[in-house]
């Protein structure tokens, strides 16, 4: 998310404004390989869960709309990849409508990705470590229009900032604020969704394994993998992003220019690295659900 709020996406422009063959930007080759690789692993690997929908009739109904949704936003994030890819590679060429719009499109699928996470965890914590039903389809249909309501109503500053910037003969695609407040408001605003559903997952799945650890019959490395995981594939990939984020606050409140260069330097590598998540959601959350469900019936 934040990896986009300054990702310098550009394009090789001649004096003349008409090159018909960009050159090709080498800071933009490892972000590119590495999305290269999330989009041919996630992009068929979420379809795969979608349509196979691996013994989801083991898990509960809300398990399974949290699970489509999960896999749903992940597959829309991962469809915008080739774009980024040639951006990365050759620059921004799909003019600001365009910039404003797949812009808005990935942060929506990001957060929503995000917040069905966050409730995806709370939902496992109930019903494992709580033994608390789940929802009836009324009202788990009813908690995914808000989840993805508020995703939209989330990405909504995109819309707003995003601008194509001239910078060194290259175009940027990136946001451009009025102030400094209104820079770290929308940092700040990103930052703190993420903070608070990094906390929220990882202190679920702790929870969980505790639970698993505790039931001898479950007390075994299959699960407790599962679970580690989950817990570190997320804390890896999310945790640059916030990191990134609190410095670039420290960096706008401090006018640290050197400090906030490298935060800006850095946001493509946190942009490809977060995307992976997207990638490792299938493997990850849809046998989980198996393996988590079976545990839970078992204490009913």
Same mark, same amino acid.
């Given at each position: 998310?934040?990896?986009?709020?300054?990702?310098?996406?550009?394009?090789?422009?001649?004096?003349?404004?008409?090159?018909?063959?960009?050159?090709?930007?080498?800071?933009?080759?490892?972000?590119?390989?590495?999305?290269? $690789?999330?989009?041919?692993?996630?992009?068929?690997?979420?379809?795969?869960?979608?349509?196979? *929908?691996?013994?989801?009739?083991?898990?509960?109904? @809300?398990?399974?709309?949290?699970?489509?949704?999960?896999?749903?936003?992940?597959?829309?994030?991962?469809?915008?990849?080739?774009?980024? $890819? !040639?951006?990365?590679?050759?620059?921004?060429?799909?003019?600001?409508?365009?910039?404003?719009?797949?812009?808005?499109?990935?942060?929506?699928?990001?957060?929503?990705?995000?917040?069905?996470?966050?409730?995806?965890?709370?939902?496992?914590?109930?019903?494992?470590?709580?033994?608390?039903?789940?929802?009836?389809?009324?009202?788990?249909? *009813?908690?995914?229009?808000?989840?993805? @309501?508020?995703?939209?109503?989330?990405?909504?500053?995109?819309?707003?900032?995003?601008?194509?910037?001239?910078?060194?003969?290259?175009?940027?695609?990136?946001?451009?604020?009025?102030?400094?407040?209104?820079?770290?408001?929308?940092?700040?605003?990103?930052?703190?969704?993420?903070?608070?559903?990094?906390?929220?997952?990882?202190?679920?799945?702790?929870?969980?394994?505790?639970?698993?650890?505790?039931?001898?019959?479950?007390?075994?490395?299959?699960?407790?993998?599962?679970?580690?995981?989950? $817990?570190?594939?997320?804390?890896?990939?999310?945790?640059? !992003?916030?990191?990134?984020?609190?410095?670039?606050?420290?960096?706008?409140? @401090?006018?640290?220019?050197? @400090?906030?260069?490298?935060?800006?330097?850095?946001?493509?590598?946190?942009?490809?690295?977060?995307?992976?998540?997207?990638?490792?959601?299938?493997?990850?959350?849809?046998?989980?659900?198996?393996?988590?469900?079976?545990?839970?019936?078992?204490?009913?």
């Amino acid at each position: 998310m934040a990896q986009f709020s300054s990702t310098t996406v550009t394009s090789n422009i001649s004096s003349s404004g008409d090159s018909p063959h960009p050159s090709l930007d080498s800071r933009g080759v490892v972000p590119a390989v590495v999305m290269s $690789i999330c989009f041919l692993l996630g992009f068929p690997g979420n379809i795969a869960v979608i349509i196979l *929908k691996p013994n989801w009739e083991n898990i509960s109904s @809300l398990s399974q709309s949290l699970m489509l949704s999960l896999a749903v936003s992940d597959l829309l994030c991962l469809v915008t990849l080739p774009l980024w $890819i !040639y951006s990365f590679l050759y620059g921004w060429t799909f003019r600001l409508v365009g910039c404003k719009i797949i812009t808005y499109f990935v942060y929506c699928s990001l957060y929503a990705s995000l917040l069905t996470l966050t409730v995806l965890s709370i939902q496992r914590y109930l019903q494992v470590v709580h033994l608390e039903r789940s929802l009836p389809q009324v009202g788990a249909n *009813k908690l995914l229009v808000l989840l993805w @309501l508020a995703a939209m109503i989330l990405s909504t500053p995109e819309l707003v900032f995003r601008q194509l910037v001239e910078q060194q003969h290259w175009t940027k695609c990136k946001n451009k604020h009025s102030s400094d407040g209104q820079r770290m408001a929308s940092v700040l605003t990103e930052t703190l969704v993420g903070s608070v559903s990094l906390s929220v997952i990882v202190f679920s799945y702790i929870s969980l394994y505790r639970k698993v650890n505790r039931a001898a019959f479950f007390n075994n490395p299959q699960t407790t993998r599962l679970i580690t995981s989950i $817990i570190m594939t997320f804390v890896a990939l999310w945790v640059p !992003y916030l990191v990134i984020n609190v410095l670039s606050l420290v960096a706008i409140s @401090l006018k640290i220019e050197g @400090l906030l260069k490298f935060c800006e330097d850095s946001w493509n590598t946190v942009a490809a690295l977060t995307f992976l998540n997207s990638t490792m959601n299938p493997l990850l959350y849809a046998f989980t659900s198996i393996r988590l469900s079976t545990l839970n019936n078992s204490q009913q």
